[in-house]
């Protein structure tokens, strides 16, 4: 049992390159999360999916997409990327609600490092 | 709107030493409330939780006790070790609502020996 797993660990882009974070859970979690961690601002929820085939704009969507492949994974992709998308991103998931009750914990793989030159 | 206000770091203290990290909060609704810790290198890991007032969640040492009164979730630890140096997070889910947290900023702790 993996939990939440990121890749890439660490990625170096120019301004206006793309590329894809992946992230995929095998708890069978119904719901998933991206973030962006940035020192002194927490984390910034950018985007998330309640159940498998819906997504929805988070706190700083903008410059972002991402797509719920299935249930187990869920990615974010940088179309232009840009400095200011410099940061540590990280995903999450949780089971959402089952059975009628809302299972809240949120379980977080292990980070992508990105830097934007 | 919702918010969750930490008290800013790092909190540095020698081993041994309480710990408390103040965590209060506004919320519309009637929230749970959450510590995740974050050691260096990693993603956040839930470090306990409450679900309603008065209650206690608690691990590793680590306790919050959820005051309503005084909209507070503060986490107290009664010796901390090096180990324990990371950044904390205080949180909040409302009942009812969404599944989204709100976030604290975090607060750093840094435990010498």
């Known amino acids: 049992n993996a939990g939440v797993t990121q890749t890439p660990k660490f990625q170096v882009l120019k301004t206006g390159q793309s590329m894809t974070l992946q992230c995929a859970q095998d708890?069978?979690?119904?719901?998933m999360y991206w973030y962006r961690q940035d020192p002194g601002m927490g984390l910034r929820l950018i985007y998330y999916s309640a159940s498998e085939g819906t997504t929805d704009k988070g706190e700083v969507p903008n410059g972002y997409n991402v797509s719920r492949l299935n249930k187990r994974e869920f990615s974010l992709r940088l179309e232009s990327a840009a400095p200011s998308q410099t940061s540590v991103y990280f995903c999450?998931?949780?089971?959402?609600?089952?059975?009628?009750?809302?299972?809240?914990?949120?379980?977080f793989g292990p980070g992508t490092r990105l830097l934007v030159l | 709107g919702n918010s969750v206000t930490q008290m800013e770091g790092p909190v540095t203290l020698s081993e041994e030493a309480f710990l408390t990290i103040n965590c209060t909060y506004t919320a519309t609704g009637y929230p749970s409330l959450f510590w995740y810790v974050q050691y260096p290198g990693e993603g956040l890991q839930l470090l306990l939780k409450a679900t309603k007032a008065d209650d206690k969640g608690s691990n590793k040492g680590f306790e919050a006790t959820y005051r309503k009164e005084t909209t507070s979730f503060h986490l107290e630890k009664g010796s901390v070790q090096v180990s324990d140096s990371a950044v904390y997070f205080c949180?909040?889910?409302?009942?009812?609502?969404?599944?989204?947290?709100?976030f604290g900023r975090g607060t750093s702790l840094i435990v010498h020996p």
């Open positions: 999450a998931s949780s089971e959402g609600k089952v059975a009628g009750l809302k299972q809240e914990t949120q379980y």
């Open positions: 949180a909040l889910i409302l009942t009812g609502g969404s599944y989204i947290p709100t």
């Open positions: 708890m069978n979690h119904n719901s």
